[in-house]
């Protein structure tokens, strides 16, 4: 279909191949690889990459050029896929906390914006998000009214499951199917009619593989995955596949998964990202936060100036104890800090 775009953008310069294609940007970074530079192309790039390396990050040389490829033609689906539905808000309306007192609010989120949820365990977080992902009309317990583009949606939208408006990322993702990874996923992918199912395919379980802290391979079966690895695979798979408008993410736990380079895989200018967290870097990483309390939005801080440049000291803090906490599951001594 596109070999000749594909072809064109391999022989680009590098530096010209990533102004006009940012996203190329994550194409490299998801292998581990570093960017071509200027004046070299993204073929003698491929070329030019020590074997030893290629052998480090478990790749052939021979596959670069397909996984390039494969990511383009993704890339472009994704584009001229009808990305926002036409969504262009979401409102809140306020309904009330666990005491029955007013929500007396009425909050709107447009595409590009990341607002994250914050509050003790059992405020009512997730209920925010079911709230949100089923459209709720009045009809739940926080008697909330969700609205799109300023109005109810119509009941087939709220319940389609085929033309879903919103990707849940729930806290529990069981399996109870008898397959493998490569096989599930290829059948999430051929069931959203997506060309090149093998290329899609290897994207989303590479992607997954660099987010998990365990490697784990194509043929593992789903069932046998861990807690986080599993929830990678779930994020990698709902950043290339879903194109619903608005993504729900309830807690990125600290089960091994690198929780910031997997938000930012989420995190899409067209689309509205809900993040309900109790991790002060991912909580800082959004545009406004809500703070709930006892059922209610209690409060919503924009995030200020002062809070985003603190946010790297917390990087930094939270590096150092991302380090603690892979040595410790590494079996090491932790006396060297
Ligand atoms: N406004 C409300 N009115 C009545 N019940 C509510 C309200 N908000 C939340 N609840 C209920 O309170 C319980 C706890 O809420 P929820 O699971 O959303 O908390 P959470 O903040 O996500 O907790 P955690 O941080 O532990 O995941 C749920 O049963 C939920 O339905």
Known sequence: MNGDRITTLLRMDGD???????????????????????????????ASLESGLLEDLGIERSELGERFAAFVRLMDGLKSARLNQGVESVTIRGGHDKDGNQEALELTVRPGEVISIVGPTGSGKSRLLADIEWMAQGDSPTGRIILINGQAPEAGKRFSIDHKLVAQLSQNMNFVMDMTVEEFVAMHAESRMV??????????????????????????????LSGGQSRALMIADTSCLSSSPIVLIDEIENAGIDRKRAVRTLVDKRKIVLMATHDPVLALMGDRRLVIKNGGISRILETSAVERANLSRFEEMDNCLQAVRNALRRGERIEGV
């Open 16 to 46: 010209e191949l990533l102004r006009s294609e940012p996203n190329l940007r994550d194409f490299f970074a998801s292998l581990g690889l570093c960017l071509p530079r200027e004046g070299e192309s993204a073929t003698d790039y491929f």
């Open 195 to 224: 060309e090149d199912v093998a290329g899609v395919t290897a994207t989303i379980i590479g992607l997954a593989n660099d987010l998990a802290g365990e490697k784990f391979s194509p043929a593992t079966p789903v069932t046998s």
